[in-house]
């Protein structure tokens, strides 16, 4: 996956967390959980999509390298994101 | 025969619209069965039955109905049918066999629909199918295209500002409040997580839950409704977990028997129950049946939370969110992750002093998490 396909599984994923909020206003250095208030349920569903949609295994201790658009796609990239069945 | 009433979904809901029908009159119902999405102010909800047999007389859909309205009739499978229910109502003709008599209106209108035509009866004298008829007959058995969701943010917050206000007035609360070395809870915690895909992962919630439904087995005065001011214990361990909705509002659905379930059970059943308090879903058994809250903030909530009891229950338990703090630990200050805990009661039905040894047995559950 490139850096546009991430960021498109990324606001796939969070659409359906937070369906109200508007993405386009979030701007990528944001931290995700503030701009959207996630909570850790959220979050917790934010990360199973974004690794079930790139095929990475993110472990819990790198959650904190995920809390903005801007980290989670250099993360992604970096550990070989493929576009897997429910990849947007 | 029996009657199937429109259920009581919390203290604070007078009445609710039927928005759609899941059954059929003359279809069969058991315990349990989910029969109709009930439109209220905490958004739809999936509306069991308790009655066993074949179900009739279905309410109209859409129509505001109070608590308690007769939504149907339900007829024990193996009784005959009642007279009346076999035979037509006077006035009304079933058209001949063969041939179905209907008005150019009413068979574009079910052909439209999607409706069978043999199915279809007159109301009128002459034993022709009319407009009418397609219309009431579409309401009965064609499920809504879209199923309904969500709620109006305005209407909850008059439902949830009736129940606090008569909680405020009626219940003479007392409030404790103590502090819990999370540590030993975190440290298990990421240790669970570490080798398990994230859709096994466990959060904070899930021990709190565990650890207070352990606790109020050794209190059961705590689990359980007021009537009169009376207590009556709780059926079982039914714990409303207080969950914030987008766009403001809140509703506790229960959890059942909440000690008796594994960890990644209750991890499984509070994304569930989340999941389905924002999009629409719950059911019905989940508003009335809490038989006590408990109110955890999350990790970006405030430090700590005193709650409101809601009504009828006798008390709620908050958890604040996880902070580092300074702690002594066999005579040395040590930085440890530190939790909130309080206790709301019911000063009609029990002091502060059980209070505190609930709150305690909480804590000291959240010290063995392997145990839980």
Same mark, same amino acid.
């Given at each position: 996956?490139?850096?546009?396909?991430?960021?498109?599984?990324?606001?796939?994923?969070?659409?359906?967390?937070? +369906? @109200?909020? %508007?993405?386009?206003?979030?701007?990528?250095?944001?931290? &995700?959980?503030?701009? /959207?208030?996630?909570?850790?349920?959220?979050?917790?569903?934010?990360?199973?999509?974004?690794?079930?949609?790139?095929?990475?295994?993110? +472990? @819990?201790? %790198?959650?904190?390298?995920?809390?903005?658009?801007?980290? &989670?796609?250099?993360? /992604?990239?970096?550990?070989?994101?493929?576009?897997?069945?429910?990849?947007? | 025969?029996?009657?199937?009433?429109?259920?009581?979904?919390?203290?604070?809901?007078?009445?609710?619209?039927?928005?759609?029908?899941?059954?059929?009159?003359?279809?069969?119902?058991?315990?349990?069965?989910?029969?109709?999405?009930?439109?209220?102010?905490?958004?739809?909800?999936?509306?069991?039955?308790?009655?066993?047999?074949?179900?009739?007389?279905?309410?109209?859909?859409?129509?505001?109905?109070?608590?308690?309205?007769?939504?149907?009739?339900?007829?024990?499978?193996?009784?005959?049918?009642?007279?009346?229910?076999?035979?037509?109502?006077?006035?009304?003709?079933?058209?001949?066999?063969?041939?179905?008599?209907?008005?150019?209106?009413?068979?574009?209108?079910?052909?439209?629909?999607?409706?069978?035509?043999?199915?279809?009866?007159?109301?009128?004298?002459?034993?022709?199918?009319?407009?009418?008829?397609?219309?009431?007959?579409?309401?009965?058995?064609?499920?809504?295209?879209?199923?309904?969701?969500?709620?109006?943010?305005?209407?909850?917050?008059?439902?949830?500002?009736?129940?606090?206000?008569?909680?405020?007035?009626?219940?003479?609360?007392?409030?404790?409040?103590?502090?819990?070395?999370?540590?030993?809870?975190?440290?298990?915690?990421?240790?669970?997580?570490?080798?398990?895909?994230?859709?096994?992962?466990?959060?904070?919630?899930?021990?709190?839950?565990?650890?207070?439904?352990?606790?109020?087995?050794?209190?059961?005065?705590?689990?359980?409704?007021?009537?009169?001011?009376?207590?009556?214990?709780?059926?079982?361990?039914?714990?409303?977990?207080?969950?914030?909705?987008?766009?403001?509002?809140?509703?506790?659905?229960?959890?059942?028997?909440?000690?008796?379930?594994?960890?990644?059970?209750?991890?499984?059943?509070?994304?569930?129950?989340?999941?389905?308090?924002?999009?629409?879903?719950?059911?019905?058994?989940?508003?009335?049946?809490?038989?006590?809250?408990?109110?955890?903030?999350?990790?970006?909530?405030?430090?700590?939370?005193?709650?409101?009891?809601?009504?009828?229950?006798?008390?709620?338990?908050?958890?604040?969110?996880?902070?580092?703090?300074?702690?002594?630990?066999?005579?040395?200050?040590?930085?440890?992750?530190?939790?909130?805990?309080?206790?709301?009661?019911?000063?009609?039905?029990?002091?502060?002093?059980?209070?505190?040894?609930?709150?305690?047995?909480?804590?000291?559950?959240?010290?063995?998490?392997?145990?839980?």
């Amino acid at each position: 996956m490139n850096a546009a396909e991430i960021l498109h599984l990324a606001t796939n994923v969070l659409a359906g967390i937070a +369906p @109200e909020a %508007d993405l386009t206003q979030v701007r990528g250095n944001e931290d &995700l959980r503030e701009a /959207l208030d996630l909570d850790s349920m959220d979050f917790l569903n934010f990360v199973i999509g974004l690794g079930q949609g790139s095929g990475v295994a993110i +472990p @819990e201790s %790198d959650y904190p390298r995920l809390f903005t658009l801007d980290q &989670l796609v250099a993360y /992604l990239l970096a550990h070989g994101a493929q576009a897997g069945p429910s990849g947007g | 025969m029996a009657a199937f009433l429109m259920p009581a979904l919390g203290a604070d809901m007078e009445s609710a619209k039927v928005a759609q029908w899941l059954v059929k009159p003359g279809d069969r119902v058991k315990p349990g069965d989910v029969v109709a999405v009930v439109e209220t102010h905490k958004g739809a909800i999936d509306v069991e039955i308790f009655l066993d047999g074949v179900i009739d007389e279905l309410a109209p859909i859409d129509e505001s109905l109070p608590v308690g309205a007769v939504l149907a009739q339900v007829r024990q499978a193996d009784a005959p049918p009642p007279q009346a229910a076999r035979e037509p109502p006077p006035g009304t003709a079933v058209a001949p066999a063969g041939r179905l008599r209907i008005s150019p209106a009413a068979r574009r209108r079910a052909l439209a629909l999607g409706l069978d035509l043999a199915t279809l009866r007159a109301s009128c004298v002459d034993g022709a199918v009319t407009l009418a008829d397609v219309t009431s007959a579409a309401s009965m058995s064609a499920p809504a295209p879209v199923r309904p969701g969500g709620f109006d943010p305005a209407q909850m917050r008059q439902a949830i500002a009736a129940a606090m206000s008569r909680s405020k007035r009626e219940i003479p609360h007392y409030y404790l409040t103590d502090s819990i070395d999370f540590t030993a809870a975190s440290v298990w915690l990421e240790r669970w997580n570490l080798d398990k895909p994230p859709q096994q992962r466990l959060l904070g919630a899930v021990l709190l839950l565990k650890a207070t439904a352990r606790a109020l087995v050794e209190f059961p005065q705590f689990n359980g409704f007021t009537d009169d001011g009376r207590f009556r214990p709780g059926p079982g361990i039914h714990v409303g977990w207080a969950i914030a909705l987008r766009g403001g509002g809140l509703v506790a659905p229960a959890i059942h028997d909440a000690e008796r379930h594994t960890l990644p059970e209750l991890m499984g059943a509070l994304r569930d129950l989340v999941q389905r308090a924002r999009a629409g879903g719950l059911r019905s058994s989940e508003l009335t049946d809490p038989t006590i809250t408990v109110t955890s903030l999350g990790e970006r909530g405030a430090q700590s939370v005193l709650g409101v009891i809601y009504p009828p229950q006798v008390a709620i338990v908050g958890f604040g969110r996880v902070v580092q703090q300074p702690w002594v630990v066999d005579g040395q200050v040590r930085v440890r992750s530190v939790i909130a805990s309080s206790l709301a009661g019911d000063h009609r039905v029990s002091d502060g002093h059980l209070g505190g040894l609930l709150l305690g047995a909480i804590n000291q559950a959240l010290q063995s998490p392997e145990t839980l």
